[in-house]
């Protein structure tokens, strides 16, 4: 049914959730919860994550979601700087973290289907989430203003830091949900059913999610990505509208001929993704099998929507993501801060005018850094073509110099996942005394593949040029992924640097 959320067997009402929400709300309050505070989660996808939203919405509070990969140091780090005054956690994700919580931190729990012991909390007791929440009636205060998002980052290059947005203006609410119902295929009066892929720690899983339920969709939650899965879950609940990343795609493309061809997916009527670069090949490949239904956008946690690519797009300017939408901006920047030229690289410079700007959460001096010409940079780098389409290249701290010359190894990585005997890859830069830097592939063979770093370097030799191929390689059974989909390359890297004068 529409208005729903659904996860494996079980399917509860948002008329359901919302409720439990307002109960929520009403016991937040009387724990001296008020608007402009913060509740923390650290909750895999589940039920509970709606519950918490709906009742931080109702009193004004921030959520922040906490990603249940971080070490014990960084999720303690996130309650303390987020000053969350309740964290709402999965028992068995408690389980590693509960000793150095906070002494003035109310913890709920979430059952992970496993029974849960008495182990922290007020007289060393657990307080289950649902009990608790049912002991109180729904909230019946007044609405409190419009609040905005604190999401903390992923921590890849040092502790979480939290992106602290203030609410929209409210003139700019009408255009904002325009653009919105434009990057993600809604309009009014649409049923939507849709599926979500991604964990809802992330940014844009969590924003696709509860604008769905704001659209009354029926919604059913993926509590990990797993590409046959999600296309039995479109077949089965004739699903309509997608969020995914391109790893995602990578995987499905991956699927035997014959899994890929078992399941009616003719119910999708418009895709969208994000996050990182998605190679040509790749999207090609997804068109061809899904249709003229896949979009793209491009932005980021801190600037919001910058750009929109549709599938005519993609056809006639592969790799490119897009066009500004309304309100964005862009300058393009050299190494010595000088805008450049049509088609010539540099590093992307935004602002989404129509979004609220963003903070740093105590980190001032660091959102200062990023700042040119009230222009933000997020590290990305591309270029811009004459007929105004963006290009994303890579990211800075990703670029390799090799020889004085700069490689992306995002370009590599794009042709090479597409070989038919490569299940996964990623390419970084290594220290060499000669060049600077040299690159290194890592590489995950599909299916029973034997294939050798020599076959790699002939295959990858005829299609792009000499110094973009690896010439050494690493064969592992898996990559350091988040469940967003991002490589965790700084821990790829940082065996082959940790004797050398460079930074990595």
């Known amino acids: 049914m529409s208005g729903s959320v659904s996860i494996g067997r079980q399917q509860v009402s948002l008329v359901e959730l919302r409720e439990h929400g307002a109960r929520a709300a009403t016991g937040f309050s009387q724990l001296g919860v008020s608007a402009g505070d913060c509740v923390a989660t650290l909750l895999r996808n589940d039920f509970s994550c709606f519950e918490v939203a709906f009742a931080a919405d109702l009193l004004g509070v921030y ?4 990603n249940w990969h971080n070490k014990s140091s960084e999720v303690v780090h996130v309650i303390q700087d987020s000053g969350a005054r309740i964290l709402v956690a999965h028992d068995d994700l408690l389980a590693a973290v509960q000793s150095d919580i906070p002494d003035n931190v109310n913890v709920f729990v979430v059952p992970s289907g496993t029974n849960v012991g008495a182990s922290v909390g007020d007289d060393n007791v657990l307080t289950l989430w649902q009990d608790w929440l049912n002991s109180f009636n729904e909230w019946q205060g ?19 830091k939290g992106i ?35 964990p809802l720690y992330h940014s844009a899983p969590y924003r696709w999610a509860l604008d ?16 046959e899965d999600l296309l039995s879950l479109i077949e089965t609940h004739s699903i309509t509208h997608l969020q995914m990343v391109p790893t995602m795609f990578w995987r499905l493309l991956k699927l035997p001929e014959e899994i890929r061809g078992k399941y009616d997916l003719c119910s999708l009527e418009y895709v969208v993704h994000a996050a990182a670069p998605c190679p040509p090949g790749v999207k090609q490949s997804m068109l061809d099998w ?69 903070d740093y ?61 490569i299940a996964d890859c990623a390419v970084i830069g290594i220290p060499d005394r000669e060049f ?31 110094y973009k191929v690896p010439r050494e390689y690493v064969f592992q059974d898996s990559l350091p992924r988040e469940d967003s ?20």
Do not use: C
């Open 63 to 66: 959520v922040a979601p906490i």
């Open 142 to 160: 007044e609405a409190p203003p419009p609040v905005g998002s604190m999401i903390y980052t992923s921590g890849t290059t040092g502790l979480p």
């Open 164 to 198: 602290r947005r203030q609410p929209p203006h409210p003139k700019n609410l009408p255009v904002i949900k325009k653009i919105k119902d434009q990057m993600f295929g809604f309009s009014t009066g649409q049923e939507i059913r849709t599926v979500v892929t991604g």
């Open 212 to 227: 769905s339920a704001a659209a009354n969709a029926f919604i059913a939650i993926q509590q990990r990505f797993d590409a």
């Open 290 to 358: 899904w249709g003229p239904i896949i979009h793209e956008y491009y932005g980021a946690s801190e600037i919001g929507p910058i750009s929109l690519a549709n599938p005519d797009d993609a056809v006639r300017k592969p790799g490119t993501v897009g066009r500004l939408l309304e309100g964005a901006k862009i300058m393009v920047l050299d190494d010595d801060g000088n805008e450049v030229g049509t088609s010539q690289i540099g590093e992307f410079y935004l602002r989404q005018t129509l979004w609220p700007d963003f």
């Open 361 to 421: 959460h105590n980190k001032p001096e660091e959102r200062a850094a990023l700042e040119k010409d009230g222009l933000v940079t997020v590290g990305d780098v591309g270029y811009v073509d004459e007929d105004g389409y963006l290009f994303l290249m890579d990211r800075a701290k990703d670029m390799v110099i090799s020889g004085g010359v700069n490689i992306y190894p995002a370009e590599t990585e794009a042709v090479l996942v597409t070989m038919p005997e």
């Open 436 to 466: 600077g830097e040299r690159l290194l592939a890592f590489v995950v063979r599909s299916g029973d593949s034997d294939i050798d770093s020599q076959g790699i370097i002939k295959w990858l030799s005829s299609k792009i040029s000499g």
């Open 485 to 504: 989909g991002k490589v965790f390359k700084k821990e790829l890297r940082s065996q082959y640097w940790v004797d050398s004068d460079a930074k990595i």
